[in-house]
């Protein structure tokens, strides 16, 4: 099969493109040793079902928990029911909680690592209190305990709609942290993912947000395992890094910065919870086995070039990259067909989903280029583009 494509470019143009070989990549015997790895992993959305904007998710499970275990196998722990799965925008809670149930069976049977969103969605209607945000996470906490994943405390949009001042957010976090059963991990999102979260932990200057952060982590160090930090700013989460408790990780959700931040330097390094980890599965599990080796330079090889196609993934709107990372699983064929709950495949336009598709490629994880060539041909045409 030809392997050549004439990709939209701006202007109404189009370029083409031949696609290169994928990366040769090789499943680790084990999950990587040097760092701790989270890949946040998406939904596949049921195509019979009723997925338009504000129905109920309708999900295919078979293909859903799949997903799941080729995450595994390339040695990534899974996170589970996190925004990259859609949560807050067409996943909600009923369906959140059977998916965190279904998840914790599967890592159960495949001993693999898993952790799990714990937020406040169910809180739908009216204006909470803060003793009903507080309540909220208490009633996911259990279903996520239950399983035996280890909780991810998200930031809560009605946390952010309800408090006002960083006491508000404390007090809400030092209830729940008391009544969990092990060390959880804590979710510090920034607006640039959900605008709703704007002015997180009481103010908008980061400065001070990250002092009240820091306070909460002094105190409840022990039931916290790490934070997972979301900034898309390197240098601040190498200052926050450095003033973490003993023994609290920091786990970047920075997929623009990933490669230098995992890498790390003189001051550490950062683990990674990344939803980019979906979409270049492959390359990052052949990196972390190189650092493993302490093989700095086999690492960066497999790692950067997936950068340019991390930062493209996460533009501006970067809440949007969801669209982007089921693309990128329906051209390797982990799913059958591109559609989203709430009909999220809208999201993103043709140019950038043509730049996606030579990213991945340049970053070698279109891992059957027969398939992915095929598929893109079809998008292409369906779209009114003659490759």
């Not at 930031?155 to 957010?169: F, G, I, K, M, N």
């Not at 591109?338 to 999220?344: D, I, K, N, P, Q």
């Amino acid at each position: 099969m030809t392997h050549a494509l004439h990709l939209p470019v701006s202007g109404g143009r189009t370029a083409l493109h031949t696609l290169g070989a994928p990366g040769a990549f090789t499943p680790p015997p084990a999950a990587p040793r040097s760092r701790v790895a989270y890949a946040a992993a998406h939904v596949v959305a049921d195509p019979y079902g009723d997925n338009t904007p504000g129905a109920p998710a309708v999900l295919d499970w078979d293909r859903t928990l799949a997903f799941r275990r080729e995450l595994w196998r390339w040695g990534f722990g899974v996170a589970e029911a996190m925004d990259t799965a859609q949560r807050g925008g067409g996943l909600d809670w009923p369906t959140a909680a059977e998916l965190i149930r279904r998840s914790g069976a599967e890592a159960r049977a495949a001993g693999g690592r898993l952790v799990a969103g714990v937020s406040t969605d169910q809180l739908t209607a009216g204006t909470p209190t803060l003793d009903d945000v507080t309540a909220a996470y208490l009633e996911q906490l259990s279903v996520v305990e239950e399983t035996g994943a280890t909780p991810v405390i998200m930031a809560s949009r009605a946390l952010a709609a309800v408090a006002r001042t960083p006491e508000d957010y404390l007090g809400v976090y030092e209830k729940v942290l008391g009544q969990t059963s092990g060390p959880v991990v804590l979710h510090w999102l920034g607006e640039m993912f959900d605008p709703q979260l704007r002015g997180y932990w009481g103010s908008d200057d980061l400065d001070a947000a990250s002092e009240t952060v820091l306070g909460l982590l002094g105190t409840y160090a022990s039931r916290v395992e790490g934070i997972k930090l979301s900034l898309l700013d390197a240098d601040r989460e190498r200052a926050f890094r450095a003033r973490l408790p003993h023994g609290v990780r920091l786990y970047t959700g920075d997929d623009f910065h990933y490669c230098e931040l995992i890498q790390g330097d003189d001051g550490g390094y950062s683990d990674a919870l990344l939803g980019v980890f979906a979409a270049i599965a492959p390359a990052a599990s052949q990196a972390l086995q190189a650092l493993d080796g302490g093989d700095v330079d086999g690492y960066r090889a497999a790692m950067e070039p997936t950068v340019p196609l991390g930062r493209h993934l996460f533009t501006a709107p970067t809440r949007h990259y969801k669209t982007g990372v089921v693309f990128l699983s329906w051209l390797n064929g982990h799913q059958d067909h591109f559609s989203m709950v709430g009909g999220a495949q809208s999201a993103r336009s043709l140019t950038h989903l043509a730049e996606l598709f030579r990213l991945a490629d340049r970053a070698g994880v279109l891992s059957a280029p027969d398939l992915a060539t095929a598929r893109m041909r079809t998008f292409l045409q369906i779209n009114g583009v003659p490759a």
